[in-house]
């Protein structure tokens, strides 16, 4: 159990809301859990055993890092437990909430309403899946630098993993809901989006992008491990390293397996190369006025105007990968209103949205 060792929330009675002492006790007991998927509980238990087993300062470090993560997850679990399913039916002050009705809110809130549209508990749900992320970055400090060996050095790569677990979670969570609020497509596309979004947010503590949508998650992976060469810039070094690095080839296959709209092949040139469409432009113009056949990323940042080193072979943080796939959706957003040239959507977009179609987003086998 999570109370043991660190120690999580003391056991509480039942809340009374109209208990005049203004003082309530919010925590019970938990198990580990009902705050970790079992490939995480597993790991927890490392952690534990790595405390318990040693005398040293990281072991003092892991043992703060691991209790005060308990108790803010066990927070945040125990409040997500407080509200109703979102596929209860039920009325209040005369206005009946359903799962039907939360989908059709949804639906009718837009991009700039969503926020307000979710009820609380898929609000929480969101929050817990960022702090998260935020406990597994705060034991990988604990565990020390990227020089950390051993028996620590081995957690530190586990406790790298499960980070990347968490922040593939968030980010497939903000794909599908950018489909419920895009104005383009189409109904029955958002309906299945809605319905994982829902899945999500009712088992949050158990979900993995594993077994959410085991094909983009693959691409993300190996999107953080594969380098960009750049080179002719077609892009053939990159989806190579990208195979190597275990993504899933039917990822691969949808951009050049079958004839594309150039929207699509943008797209995919944008995760590929991780840069937006309209840099790409701009070096493809000076290799043509330099008449350079290849270029590798140090005459890319030259050319971007970029400071030296700031064009990093790898991404390796996963939350970099975050942040890139927010600033390509924005990027295309304002090309949509702009009516500019370059792509609409982003690569895992159309992916997703074929997948969705077909019904096949989830492995049968998780």
């Known amino acids: 159990m999570a109370s043991q060792d660190p120690s999580s929330p003391d056991s509480a009675h039942p809340i009374d809301p109209l208990d005049e002492t203004g003082c309530f006790t919010l925590h019970r007991e938990l198990r580990l859990t009902e705050m970790f998927t079992n490939r995480e509980v597993r790991l927890v238990e490392r952690l534990q055993a790595y405390c318990r087993g040693h005398d040293d300062q990281t072991s003092t470090d892991l ?38 009705t939360l989908m059709r809110h949804l639906l009718e809130s837009g991009d700039h309403g969503l926020e307000w549209a979710l009820p609380t508990k898929a609000l929480l749900s969101r929050t817990f899946g960022i702090a998260k992320v935020n406990f597994w970055t705060s034991l990988r400090f604990a565990l020390g630098g990227e020089d950390a060996n051993g028996e620590s050095g081995e957690l530190r790569n586990a406790v790298s993993e499960a980070i990347e677990e968490a922040v593939y979670t968030r980010l497939a969570e903000e794909l599908y809901a950018s489909f419920v609020t895009s104005k383009t497509m189409d109904p029955e596309v958002k309906l299945r989006a809605i319905t994982q979004l829902m899945q999500l947010w009712e088992g949050r503590v158990g979900f993995a992008t594993y077994r959410f949508c085991p094909l983009l998650r693959s691409a993300w992976a190996a999107r953080c491990r594969a380098p960009r060469v750049f080179g002719t810039l077609m892009g053939t070094t990159e989806i190579a390293s990208l195979l190597f690095q275990d993504c899933d080839p039917r990822f691969v296959e949808w951009f050049t397996g079958r004839d594309m709209q150039t929207d699509e092949v943008q797209a995919f040139e944008e995760f590929v190369f991780d840069l937006p469409f309209e840099s790409l432009e701009r070096v493809r113009q000076r290799m043509l006025e330099d008449r350079h056949d290849a270029i590798g990323p140090d005459e890319v940042a030259v050319y971007l105007g970029l400071p030296k080193g700031r064009l990093r072979v790898r991404i390796e943080d996963p939350k970099v990968l975050y942040s890139s796939f927010r600033t390509r959706r924005v990027k295309a957003k304002y090309r949509t209103s702009m009516r500019a040239p370059g792509p609409k959507r982003t690569a895992e977009s159309y992916v997703l949205e074929g997948l969705l179609m077909a019904g096949d987003d989830e492995d049968p086998e998780a």
Request: glycine share 16%.
């Open 63 to 100: 043992r703060k890092a691991l209790a005060q993560g308990f108790n803010g997850l066990g927070a945040i679990a125990t409040a997500i437990e407080a509200y109703p399913s979102l596929q209860d039916r039920a009325k209040l002050g005369g206005i009946v909430r359903s799962g039907e």
